[in-house]
C-alpha cells in the first residue's frame, strides 16, 4: 500500500506501459483502476478545468492505494530510467522518494 497525493496518483498513471504482455496488461489494467478515481472521490475532490488545467479541492488529498509487485516494478523502473537520463522532473521527486526512495 502506497499513500499517494491526486497529483502523485495523476503522475503514476502516466508511468504505466501501454504495451506489454497478456498477463502483465492484466495486473497494469488492475493498477490503473486502483489509481483511479470513484464517483465518490470526483465528488469529493470537485474535479474542475479552469484555464485549461484540471484543478480540485486538495483537502482530502491523500489516499492509501494497493498496488501489485508487478505495477510497482514497471513504476520504478519508469523513475529510474527518467533518473538515470536525467529526465527526471521536480514533479516526479515526491514519487520517486516514495517508490524507490532518497
Known sequence: MKKLTVIER??????????????DLKLVREARENLSFTEEEHKMLNFREENGSTMWDNTVDTKEIKLGLVAERKIQDALKKMDDEGKLTEQFMGLYEKFIGE
Open 10 to 23: 495523476l503522475l503514476s498513471l502516466t508511468l504505466l506501459p501501454k504495451e506489454g504482455s497478456y498477463t
